[in-house]
């Protein structure tokens, strides 16, 4: 039930900051936003900067800055709501090395060390098909040492017994 609230609330604006993080200017649909437009309007948080990303379901425009820290907020504000983890609580993330297990781990590990939350370990399961994950679990690996999170890799065939190839 939570993990549907904790989706539901916040998929928008994820999906845009996981696929476009680097890309600002596209909006939760894909479709180009109308850069010269909206650079010309200012965000309606800080009232400083130029905006980059409209929210179409609130019409508020938003900066990077600004934009990232929402992010950041509402995630805070859903861990609280549903109680979902307590101060000193060891929380593992499974983190298959895509961008949205890839950006849940960086919000989570920032909300972690700035709230001294409890600590994270990033979990990923290496099916053992050849040539299907040595990248993936490359990019895990560096991801969780720039972040500081320690990182298990798991094998499939240790957990259940087969292999998936």
């Not at 850069?35 to 009232?47: E, F």
């Not at 379901?57 to 800055?65: T, V």
């Not at 990248?135 to 999170?149: D, H, M, N, Q, T």
Request: proline share 1%; aromatic share 12%.
């Amino acid at each position: 039930m939570w993990f549907k609230c904790f989706w539901k609330k916040i998929i928008y604006d994820f999906e845009f900051f996981s696929n476009n993080v680097y890309k600002l200017g596209i909006n939760v649909a894909n479709t180009p936003i109308n850069m010269k437009s909206l650079a010309l309007q200012i965000c309606n948080k800080c009232n400083k900067n130029d905006a980059i990303y409209k929210r179409y379901y609130s019409g508020e425009l938003l900066c990077k800055s600004c934009f990232l820290r929402s992010i950041e907020h509402k995630v805070k504000k859903t861990i609280g709501k549903f109680s979902m983890v307590k101060y000193g609580e060891l929380v593992a993330v499974a983190v298959s090395g895509g961008k949205d297990s890839l950006t849940l781990l960086y919000i989570l590990s920032h909300i972690f060390k700035l709230n001294e939350l409890g600590k994270l370990i990033a979990i990923t399961v290496d099916e053992g098909i050849d040539g299907y994950r040595d990248e993936s679990l490359r990019i895990v690996k560096e991801f969780c040492s720039e972040l500081g999170v320690e990182n298990r890799t798991v094998s499939y065939k240790e957990l259940f017994g087969t292999v998936m190839d």
